[in-house]
């Protein structure tokens, strides 16, 4: 059998950079954050896990609920939600690199006996059809290719088929303004695999997939400060990172970091909940 990682680049990506930003943004998390408004002085790392704590609501999760990550990343947001809402989580990632690091934050956790971690495409997920009450993907997608087979859809499929009748999918990620916004080659271009798609397609793929779109929540006013707040921070402790890292890394973060600043700046960022029909 293949290894699930059929996009090395991005596990390599999110891997080689988990450690370098930990120190800077305070947090394993990855994702956006979200601010109330330009006035919220909420660190990178409480903002990331306000949006976390969002979708758990939208998806009602409490004791007895399994919950699927899907994209786990580091275990931030698996973690949190165990801890805080009582469900049980199964992470998933196509990076090895990165699900260490998440068992690792899982075994000083409280609810460690109820988390777990498997390597997995988010195409082709392991487990059992209907095994999962609620799902969770959070910027995941913008990873994935709009094709025909193995794309966006395939991965909305595969959610889908492993949740219960009933049973909730929370999205949070980015999308383009535009079809030719969309088309675009070069946001992020320091990120690998960034695959953009409009609010109206993405949509379309989660309907095409077998769910009923519930409620859909556009959040980009409160996740372009994410971006500005990373940028102040890196800018603040850059001569700091310089001289623990070497200029050559923090030059290449510096891109990264404004890369992602303008991404959050310019592009929207919605919230989506479906449910399996």
Known sequence: MSSPDRNPAVSHHYARWADAFVGLRGTRAMHAGYYTGAGDTATIAD???????????????????????????????????????????????????????????????VAADRISFHHSDATKLPFPDRSFDRALMIEVVSHVPDTAEDGKQAA????????????????????APSAAAAERRNWMDDVPSVHLTTRQRLLELLVAAGLEVRDVTDISPHVRHSGRRTQEVFDDHRQELAAALGSGTVERMARLVGQVAEAYENLGYLMVTARVR
Do not use: K, W
């Open 156 to 175: 909305f499929a595969e959610a889908a088929r492993c949740l219960r009748p009933d049973g909730l999918l929370a999205l949070v990620d980015m999308t």
């Open 47 to 109: 903002a990331a896990d306000r949006l976390v704590r969002l979708a758990g609501r939208q998806l009602g999760l409490g004791p007895g609920h399994h919950l699927l990550d899907i994209g786990c990343g580091t275990g931030q947001p698996a973690v949190l939600l165990a801890e805080e809402t009582g469900c049980r989580v199964a992470g998933v990632d196509a990076s090895r690199d990165m699900l260490e690091l998440g068992r690792c934050q899982a075994a000083g956790s």
